[in-house]
Each structure stands twice: as C-alpha cells, then as structure tokens.
C-alpha cells in the first residue's frame, strides 16, 4: 500500500466520493463556460490595440485564417481550483525524502516579520490548502531539488502504470552547474512524448517554466500541483486540447540557497538570446524542440524592499502581469495576449480575491523613483518566447523577501493564473493553430524588407498606482514616473536585410544560433554576395542593463560600437555561413546580429570581429546547404 492510499484509506469513503464530485463538476463548469459575453469580432474589431507594439511594414490586415475565425466568446469565472479538490490531504504523489544538499538550505523563514500585522491582515490565507513537500507543516524550507525531482519521478512512474492515464515523461535537460538535473514533465494524449509527435498532434503546446530565480519559490510549488493535477487529477481533462511541458524548477542552484541567480552569478532569465548558463541552454533546447505555442514563466516579486525606501510604501498586488513587449512582434501578439488571455485572468484572479495588475519594478538605485514595466530587452523569457511567436506570459506574485508568509496564498495566485492561462489555451486551442502559423510566416516573408526596430524603449507616462501604508496596511494611491512598456518608443530603426552571411569563424556565433532553434547554411562554394558591412565609427565600454540597473552576469563589459552600413559585393568562401531572415525566427535573429545592441552577440563577445558578419541585402546566388 502505498502513502497515497494510506493516507486516503483514513478518510470516510464518502468524503472522497464528494469531493471528487465537487471538484469534477467545478472543472466541467469551467469547462463549458462559455458564458454569456461575446468578445468584439476578432480581429477586426475597432478597439485600439492595448499595446501599440509597432506594426511591422509590409504587412496590411488580418490574416485570412483569423477573419474567419468563428465568433468566441469569453469565459466567466475562472479556473479555479476548489476547496477540497487541488488541495488533496495529502500529495497524490508519494514523495520519498531523499538526502538532498538544499535542505541544509538557510531556512526561508525571517524571524521578523518584514511589515505590521495591519499589512500582514489584508493576505488571509485561500480556502484551499496545497499539499506539496515545501508546503506541509511544520517545514522551514520549500521543496528541496531532491523533493522536485520525486515528485516529477513519480507522476511518471504511476501514469506509465496505467494506460488510461496522460503520457507522462521525465525529459533530461541535463545539468545545472552545480550537478542538478534539470528536468522536466511532458503531459500529452499523443502516441509518444517526444517533440515530432506533439508537433504531429496539431494541438498546441504549452511551456511552463518556474523558479528561473532561486529566491522565488511560489511559482515551482504551484507548479508541482498542476502538474499532479494533470497528470492525474481535475486539470486532466486539458490534455485533450493540447499537451503541456512543466519544468518547475529552472534554477536549482539558486533555489537551493535562496538565491536569484545561478551559481556563477548569472541572472538566468536575462540569458535567453545569449545562452550563455546551462541553465538557459536548457529551456533553449526545449523551446527550439517542442514549439510550444503559450509560454508561462513564473516569478515572484519584491514586496517591501526598495519600495519602502523609495515610496514608504508596501507593494499591493497578489499577481503582477505582463506578455511580450518588445520591438518587431505581430501586431496580432498584444491584441491574442490581451483579449485571449490576459482578460479572463485578470477575471479568474478576482473571482477568487485576488488582486493584479500590470508586472512593474523599480530601479535599485534609491534615488531613482521612475516605475517601469517589464522591459523591452530581447533577452528575458518573456519578450524572447515572444520572438519565438509564442504567446508569453509572465506572471509575478508578491513574494521576495518575505520568506514564506502568506505562502499558501502565493501558490494559489500561480496555480489560478495558470489554470486560467491553460483554459484560455483550451478554449482558443484551434485559433492557437491559425495564429502561430500566420505569425511565423509573417516574420519570414518580411525578408528584404521594410524597417525593422533595432532599439526601442517604454513610454513615459504619469500614472496612480496603489500600494500599501505600511503601519495601517490602507490602500495609499501614489503618482509614479511610469514606463510603459505597452507603447514602445523607436529608438533606432534599419532596413530589414535578407540575411547575414558570417565568416568560416563564426562558430560559436552559429552554435547559439542553431541552439535557439535558426536554420544555418553553408556556402558550399566561393562566390559573391550583395551586402552591406558594419564600419565601426565608434566604440567603447558598455554594460548591459534591464529597468531594475545593471544586469548581472559576471562578465566584463560588452562592446558599445557604432556603426555604419556600407554596401558593397562580398565575398563568400565556401565554409562561410548564411543565416536567411526567410525564417520564423527572423526578428530573434536580428536581435541577436545587429551589433550596436547591448543584447547582441558582438557587444557580447559571442562574435568577435565585426568583419566576420556582413548584411546580405539580394536574394543570395551562391550554392547553400544546411548546417546540421
Ligand atoms: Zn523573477
């Protein structure tokens, strides 16, 4: 007999019939919530867009695929785990504690509570309690790296058991750089886990990222639970409209000692252009094998901190929000995020009590009391899942640096948001498969073609946000310098080329390339190309930086240059490299070549002389074949 039965063996039989009652018809009622609120014509409706992410050139209307979509509708309430569903008595999983080095951890507790009791009062805990190693009573630390990798071991185990279960598959990322395995779930109905038959499957697929910063454990919690609950409980029924990847633990290093960044100091989740952590190289690999259309990244945010410095204020909202902001998306990106998904969680969050609102930080210098929203960069998971034409949600709860109170509601912040964003999936699941294709093909038929965005920045704006009194734990409105990302401001702009050709010695440039998921070709023999090279008109010392300061990465300065194009015909030996924009991951691309960037691999050393990569501005003549 194992723990699970046990346990449950305890229980009056009938206390488990009624829950699961009780749970199944709350997921069915979600389920069929197609409620009574017809959204405006998709997309054509005359709403201007949220985010005024700029419109790419050369591309007029909505896709064919799209007008035609057939009306929807908007869910209702949400998603919402009930008491006495999710929140099993005890885990489904049996969870063997093994001797693990994290649980020697420093413990997440603070002795001192990090505000009054007043503040403390507006977070009752949910009337639902989640069970997962971290959580249980008693506890000082969350769920070890050991803890995660049974847990994941073991939905695996007993769904491979029984064939009536989803296909649920530990995947192997390989290794953190202290040794942790990284690892992952797969959860589908299709024939096999691996990525051609997901793909095959035509239903989209969603990834679900968490703890990419040790010191934010919320988010790997609630995704313990919905992965249990997919693999075998009230969210499996969603494996029917798609098939979803969970790897609740991105950075174990850093989760083990409570820490944002990995072990080298890196902040992982400013690595997804430049993969330069095993960690990032991971999620890279599962990003560029398995598609996924939605991506969800879960964060948890600074609470007290600097914003008591700066404002006196305590930070409010239960959940912060953003999808992609950053420059050469579709303009169907923002409109799908915002109305698709964005809207019903705002609307699943407030059926449980929940309060949200847009994702923002503030810089940590003291003196500086601008507010911005996520930023623009393309380098965090959420603006690169972005370039990937993936649908990309960040969602923040109020955690950093307040330990582990007010844990159990954090988790159900995540686990509703989630829930909502894979209902949201659900129930767009067939214009998903009109929208990543139309969006895909947008960004490789922009080829030779109009300008793209090589800088942009937020917008400032001037608005009231509401935080916190900290002795009184009132509602305080204060106007704040706010940066919106939503409206992106064009700093520099430059012709969209068809291509970039790159030198023989470009390897490393060509490794990352491929490892984020681009077509590479060889020129297979010499000849000649129209373009244009990069003349260096300036340069000096630069750092990279996010809206919150310097980023960390441990590295020595990037490379700030100028440039100006200058076109000519270029010589191509065979054994040099072209990389063609005719491909869905062009604006990745131009993100990562165009070398006056602070992101871009030659400010960053990845490239090392701006001789070896040139613009190619014709359709190329030369004899190509694919790199594998
Ligand atoms: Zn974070």
Redesign the pocket.
Known sequence: MDKRTAHRAQLPRSFHKAGMRAGAAALLALLAACASKPLPPWPDNNRPPVANVPRPLGIGGAPEALRSAPPVSTATPVPVPVPGSLSAPAPAVAVTPVPDPSAAAPAATDTTPPYSAAVAARYPDPAIAYATPGLAAGRDTFTTNGEVSNWLRQLAATNAADPNRPRTTLLNLGQSQSGVPLEALVLTRAPATDPASLIASGKPTVLLVGQ??GD?PAGSEALLVVARELAQGLLEPLLERMNVIVLPRANPDGAAVHR?VTANGVDM?RDHLLLRTPEARAVARLLRDYQPVVTVDA???TVVGRYLQKFGTIQKFDAMLQYATTANLSEFMPRASEEWFRRPLVNALQSQQLSSEWYYTTSTDPKDLVISMGGVQPDTGRNVNGLRNAISFLV?TRG?GIGRMHIQRRVHTHVTAIVSLLQSTSQRADELGKLRPYMDKEAAGSACRGEAVTEAGPTPQRRALVMLDPATGADRSVEVDWNSSLQLRTIKSRARPCGYWLSAASTAVVDRLQLLGVQVMRVAEPGSLLGEIYRETSRGDGVRADVRGTISDGEQPTVKVEVELVRGVLDTPQGSYYVPLGQPLANLIMAAMEPDTQNSFFANRVQDALQNQARVVGEPTVRLEAVQ
């Open positions: 990419q910063h934010e944002r989740n964060h948890e945010y923040e950093v």
